[in-house]
Nanobody, 121 residues
Framework: QVKLVESGGGLVQAGGSLRLSCAAS????????MGWYRQVPGKQRELVAS????????????VKGRFTISRDNISRDNAKNTVYLQMNSLKPEDTAVYYC??????????WGQGTQVTVSS
């Protein structure tokens, strides 16, 4: 079992910054890739950024140079593994619901509940 809990969304003015956090719990050692996706009404969910356990990252072209994904090591008590999305120079077109995602070789793909990010112009 893998559970994802997101935090950090909110309202920010264009040019501002936000940091999203996603705490994973459960079968942490089964998780390879974690990432962030976003979705606006009427559109497909799209990848924003992802990071593997080894630290390899991948970004959507629209966020390169503005967003940074990072990932803590699994906590000492093996209870939590947190991934972050630092979002700088935010634009109104970044407005969306952001979802945390984890790929586990035991339980498959898991999603968080989503957190709203709104960027005002």
């Amino acid at each position: 079992q893998v559970k994802l809990v997101e935090s950090g969304g909110g309202l920010v003015q264009a040019g501002g910054s936000l940091r999203l956090s996603c705490a994973a719990s459960g079968s942490l050692f089964s998780i390879n890739t974690m990432g962030w996706y976003r979705q606006v009404p009427g559109k497909q969910r799209e990848l924003v950024a992802s990071i593997t356990r080894g630290g390899s990252t991948n970004y959507a072209d629209s966020v390169k140079g503005r967003f940074t994904i990072s990932r803590d090591n699994i906590s000492r008590d093996n209870a939590k593994n947190t991934v972050y999305l630092q979002m700088n120079s935010l634009k109104p077109e970044d407005t969306a619901v952001y979802y945390c995602n984890a790929l586990s070789w035991t339980v498959g793909e898991r999603w968080g509940q989503g957190t709203q990010v709104t960027v005002s112009s």
